[in-house]
């Protein structure tokens, strides 16, 4: 069974976001996902400062046979894009909820965080 | 209704994801793909190939029959095999495949699991009055392979039989784990390998007694998607990715197992003479990524801005930790060395034309 921690929201897409003391979000793929998916080899991520719209493509996941784009949570700007990912993808695998993160983000409007999925929700749809 | 095959309960005991392949549940990957790709590099792996069709030949008109349906040549002598291209009129590919002569009027023929109906309806309706027997054994037989460079010295402790005795590309009759079976020096990963066809009803058996055999040698079960990046390592083509109905198996680079000098007729052979003395407007290549990003089935290629071709194969290669891929390109474009650029969702990368195989120290190729 993958984990869904209880203290963050979900996507239906299979992100995960956390709300930081600043306000700003951060995001990666779930557990479930990234156990999908098998071994990420390269990940394409967005530059700073790039505008994001919520359900907008906003980077790629690449795995040994597959691609699979990940998506923004909410509206914002993009505050940072982890660059520990481009030299060790496999973070994404090893703690995809900690050092594998994928990029903070300066959200547009609070509120859209909140009417994100909670971790029951998320985890009907990951079917768990 | 996906079907599955006679070790789909194995699959599942080892956690595996499977995935409709073919028509078939099949294990796409255990764990790691990387892992397993390895396992198979340096040690040995244990495949699955039970969704592979068999079609079985036989009678006096055997030889005379493949002969005319095969672009390779048939007489090949009783416990050789030989691989080929099955070719339409217009010299597109019906199917590409492996052919073992079992005896003198005994063939057994190997093809891709998406096209078996295609195939057997396709072989069948050019019987015409040769004397043949032809049977879809396809449900009866079960195909475990193992493959790496400690297969045989695992092999050894299967089977009574001489495996030195089996060249590559032979086979014999004769019993694996105590179960009737071919056993034959073939695979599809570029390393040395068996690949033992048995009765569906034995399938378990001879699965469980590798599995068990094999532990001293850290056997690895091996998925679909490890099977297709070893492919594609050593560019061995795919057909449904590389070749398919629009592709001439002389677009393909395979013109190594198409027989135009000898007076064998088969199908498609006046269209495959006349590309092969006119040329034919774009040829298969490989192609390493000199940047950063992976080539896809679909990215198109380009040079000088220009659309040049299009990849038909393309992943990590797990060996060589490189993006590589097959691909088609303008005739001229061909040459190792050629710098292109892949359209990668919008990017420009490098990548050049390459030979194969890529990974060069296969122990089989």
């Known amino acids: 069974m993958s984990s869904i921690p209880g203290d963050l929201k979900y ?11 600043d306000g700003t979000l951060t995001m990666g793929i779930t557990d479930h996902a990234q156990e999908l998916m098998g071994e990420i080899v390269m990940v394409e991520l967005p530059p700073q400062g790039g505008d994001l719209r919520a359900g907008d493509s906003t980077g790629v996941l690449e795995a040994v046979k597959t691609a699979e784009d990940f998506f923004a949570p909410v509206d914002g700007k993009v505050a940072e894009a982890n660059a520990a ?3 060790d993808p496999g973070l994404v695998n090893r703690d995809c909820y ?31 | 209704m996906d079907k599955e095959t006679p070790l789909y309960s194995r699959h ?12 078939y549940l099949m294990p796409i990957r255990y764990g790691s793909v990387i892992e397993e790709h390895l396992a198979v590099r340096r040690g040995v792996g244990v495949f699955d190939l039970s969704h592979m069709g068999e079609f079985r030949v036989r009678g006096k008109g055997a030889r005379e029959f493949l002969d005319g349906l095969l672009t390779n040549n048939a007489d090949v002598e009783p416990g050789k095999a030989f691989y080929s291209a099955m070719c339409y009129p217009d010299a ?5 495949l ?26 069948t309706s050019h019987a015409g009055t040769c004397d043949v027997r032809i049977t879809n054994e396809s449900d009866e037989t079960a195909l475990v392979a193992i493959q790496g460079p400690k297969a045989q010295e695992l092999a050894s402790r299967l089977t009574t039989e001489n495996l030195d005795a089996i060249a590559y590309y032979a086979q014999v009759q004769g019993k694996v784990a105590g179960c009737g079976a071919v056993i034959a020096r073939t695979g599809y990963t570029g390393e040395d390998g068996f690949e033992f066809y048995v009765q569906a009803a034995d399938a378990p058996a001879v699965w469980d007694a590798v599995m068990k055999a094999g532990q001293d040698f850290g056997i690895v079960p091996v998925g679909l998607a490890a099977r297709d990046t070893l492919r594609l390592e050593v560019g061995y083509v795919l057909y449904g990715n590389d070749i398919d109905h629009s592709t001439s198996p002389l677009e393909a680079k395979l013109g190594w197992v198409v027989k135009l000098a000898t007076d064998k007729d088969f199908v498609g052979r006046d269209v495959l003479r006349r590309q092969k003395e006119d040329g034919t407007s774009r040829l298969l290549v490989g192609l390493k990524v000199e940047g950063k990003g992976i080539i896809r089935h679909g990215t ?15 992943s990590m290669a797990p060996a060589l930790n490189t993006a590589v891929g097959l691909g088609y390109v303008e005739k001229g474009l061909s040459k190792a060395g050629t710098a292109l650029e892949a359209d990668i969702r919008g990017r420009r990368i490098p990548v050049s034309v390459s030979k194969t195989p890529f990974y060069t120290a296969g122990t089989r190729r």
Do not use: C
């Open chain 2, 300 to 314: 198109e290629l380009y040079q000088g801005g220009r659309r040049v071709g299009v990849v038909t194969s393309g």
């Open chain 2, 12 to 23: 599942v005991a080892l956690g595996a994801h499977i995935e409709p392949f073919a028509g």
């Open chain 1, 11 to 21: 996507t239906k897409s299979h992100e995960w976001v956390r709300r930081g003391a």
């Open chain 2, 98 to 123: 492996i052919v073992y002569r079992l005896a003198d009027d005994d063939y057994l023929m190997v093809v891709n699991a998406s096209n078996i109906d295609k195939d057997w309806a396709w072989v």
């Open chain 1, 85 to 87: 990912l481009e030299s």
């Open chain 1, 98 to 128: 900690g050092e594998g993160w994928l990029i903070r983000i300066r959200p547009a409007d609070a509120s859209q965080f909140d009417a994100l999925l909670t971790p029951a929700q998320y985890g009907e749809i990951a079917g768990e």
């Open chain 2, 92 to 96: 597109g590919i019906v199917d590409d």
